[in-house]
């Protein structure tokens, strides 16, 4: 009976961490989305840019490095969900974290990839949101908000990031244009 009694109160008080645990995450998500959206950066021309000019859409924003295999196996596959959302209102903006811009369009000319590169360098926005590693993508909703965050590549991670964007699509489809 003791035994039983220790093993139910273990689970009890893993399950209140785990609800404590997710509470912290969706309270560190919603504090990432407001500094996306207003943290300028560069594009590969040069010019400053915004994530809040993608509002109305539904954005992974993905953080990578040329120097960084796992994110050049994933960005051939982003790039292809960025032509498959092509009007439907989703995209892909990949923000490299190299040093130089030169790398990351050395990287996108070398691959002909088509998504929206963009550079902030390793001390801009993936030091302000202390990213633990790259790749770093994250899932924003058409409101601006962060909805989901993946840390690393793996096929369930990116399976996971592309059902969120499909479930966000097909949610405004099942409720019709957006006003």
Do not use: Y
């Not at 439907?88 to 998504?115: Q, W, Y």
């Amino acid at each position: 009976m003791r035994r039983t009694q220790m093993i139910f109160r273990i689970l009890v008080a893993g399950l209140l961490l785990a609800g404590s645990l997710t509470s912290v995450l969706a309270d560190e998500l919603s504090s990432v989305g407001p500094v996306l959206q207003k943290h300028a950066m560069e594009n590969l021309s040069g010019e400053t840019v915004r994530l809040d000019q993608f509002l109305g859409e539904v954005v992974v924003v993905n953080f990578w490095a040329s120097w960084c295999a796992p994110c050049l196996r994933e960005l051939p596959e982003l790039d292809g969900w960025n032509s498959e959302w092509s009007g439907m209102g989703a995209r892909v903006v990949a923000i490299s974290i190299d040093n130089k811009a030169k790398n990351a369009r050395n990287f996108i000319e070398h691959t002909k990839l088509g998504l929206t590169v963009w550079h902030d360098g390793p001390g801009g926005l993936a030091r302000q949101l202390n990213l633990p590693a790259v790749p770093t993508s994250f899932v924003v909703n058409r409101e601006g908000d962060v909805v989901l965050r993946i840390v690393g590549s793996s096929t369930e991670d990116l399976e996971r990031m592309h059902r969120t964007v499909q479930d966000l699509l097909d949610k405004e489809t099942e409720e019709g244009p957006r006003a």
